[in-house]
């Protein structure tokens, strides 16, 4: 990379970055309120964040008892487009223009991280949130580059700022090294309990997720039944194998249930590690008038999802299933030398071992088939492949969601070259240092 972490250059641009950020590191209590039902919610061990990147949505709802706040591609892409940061994408491009010379993929890879770093902090200022930044898309499969970034990301704010990373071989492995090197690292888009058993002993992420919305949708609107407590099993299953591995390996993994849709599901799923929520969920939680003694841990819990006969056939249990040959391969796959791994020698030690749907070997026209389908895939393009357990439900959705996600930073890259091309297609001219 042109920009290489911890260079004179690097250092510049961090402080630009930080430029007339004042934050107020341990304020958080003194300065907010509390609420009785959130201050349950937290005694039962659960994590308090909210899901989005809106600072006003954000302090209609926030308390003492909220610690961080999640943003993403989607939620990002949203305060560009109101041109919130139109000002600061010329300033960001100026200072480019007086750096390392570079091409097209390493100065959007370069504006998106600005754009990210920039507004955590402005979260981290205003809330003494952590926050969770996460890295462009383009670097879903650039193990090198991930790793790069989530160090520049880390030198930024190491004191608040998580990175978000996605489930995938190159992002697994990335995650690893970053976490040897002290970052914390929130790694995005899974769906399954056997994904985040993976995850939590190979790559040791400081977190995994279930984006249990997602899956409920996936199972009821492709007639696989209604869809109810889908995720809440596929979670309070991957939160107990995730327990395991806290306690059995000494590992920090903490597992976060995500893509909450509304306010049941915080009482549903009271005692997960980290629950975070958009403003309205959260607001629908209050919405229920529960006492705080109402409110109890639900970790315990055995949901009965509901699925039919066909999901069964597409392995849908898979989400919550772990077996024992899952266990062996994770076993043996700790036995070798991961951090000399490629992302490549990573799935073909998944496939050797009878776990090819695990991570897939996606082709073009697969991706390109998911990316027109949007967050939910439609079964029917896939229900073969599933019984075939060529791919996995946890897989499929996990395309899906990083698809979607791509498409959101390829429209925050366009606004972004907008602002920087004149009509007549001439980028202007940084002035000279």
């Not at 030690?349 to 027109?372: I, K, M, N, Y």
Request: charged letters at 25%; proline letters at 4%.
């Amino acid at each position: 990379m042109k920009i290489e972490e911890g260079s004179p250059f690097a250092r510049r641009v961090a402080a630009f970055l930080r430029k007339d950020f004042r934050p107020r590191y341990g304020d958080r209590e003194a300065a907010t309120d509390s609420n009785a039902i959130w201050e349950k919610v937290s005694a039962l061990r659960s994590e308090l964040w909210l899901d989005s990147g809106d600072a006003e949505a954000v302090s209609d709802i926030w308390t003492r008892e909220f610690s961080a706040l999640t943003t993403n591609n989607t939620l990002l892409n949203r305060e560009i487009q109101k041109g919130t940061y139109d000002g600061f994408v010329q300033e960001a491009a100026a200072l480019l223009a007086e750096g390392p010379d570079l091409d097209e993929r390493e100065r959007m890879l370069e504006l998106a991280f600005m754009l990210n770093a920039r507004h955590g902090l402005s979260l981290v200022e205003r809330f003494d949130a952590y926050v969770s930044v996460e890295e462009h898309t383009d670097l879903a499969h650039d193990m090198a580059g991930a790793l790069a970034y989530a160090r520049r990301f880390h030198a930024v704010c190491p004191e608040r700022f998580i990175v978000k990373m996605p489930f995938t071989p190159a992002g697994l492995l990335a995650t690893r090294q970053a976490g040897a090197d002290g970052i914390a690292v929130n790694l995005t888009l899974g769906f399954s309990a056997r994904q985040n058993y993976v995850a939590a002993a190979i790559a040791r992420p400081s977190f995994v997720n279930v984006f249990l919305g997602r899956l409920n949708s996936f199972v009821a609107d492709n007639g696989l039944g209604d869809g109810a407590y889908v995720g809440e099993k596929a979670t309070l299953a991957s939160q107990a194998a995730v327990r395991e591995l806290r306690s059995e390996k000494n590992l920090r993994t903490r597992q976060i249930a995500a893509s909450l849709r509304d306010g049941g599901q915080v009482r549903d799923l009271a005692g997960v590690d980290v629950l975070t929520m958009p403003p309205k969920v959260a607001r629908g939680f209050l919405e229920l008038g529960l006492r705080a003694e109402d409110v109890e841990d639900r970790t315990p819990e055995v949901y009965e999802p509901g699925i039919n006969q066909a999901a069964r056939e597409i392995g849908v249990s898979s989400l919550w299933n772990l077996d024992d040959p899952l266990r062996q391969c994770v076993a043996a796959l700790q036995e070798e030398d991961l951090d000399a791994f490629s992302p490549s020698a990573l799935q073909a030690f998944l496939s050797g071992h009878g776990f090819e749907d695990l991570l897939p070997d996606w082709t073009d026209e697969q991706v390109a088939l998911s990316r027109g389908e949007g967050k939910i895939p439609q079964i029917v393009n896939w229900s073969e492949r599933l019984a075939e357990r060529r791919i996995g439900v946890d897989s499929l959705m996990t395309l899906a969601g990083l698809n979607s996600f791509t498409a959101d930073q390829a429209e925050m890259d366009d606004r972004v070259e907008s602002l920087l091309t004149p009509a007549g297609g001439a980028r202007p001219q940084a002035n000279a240092a």
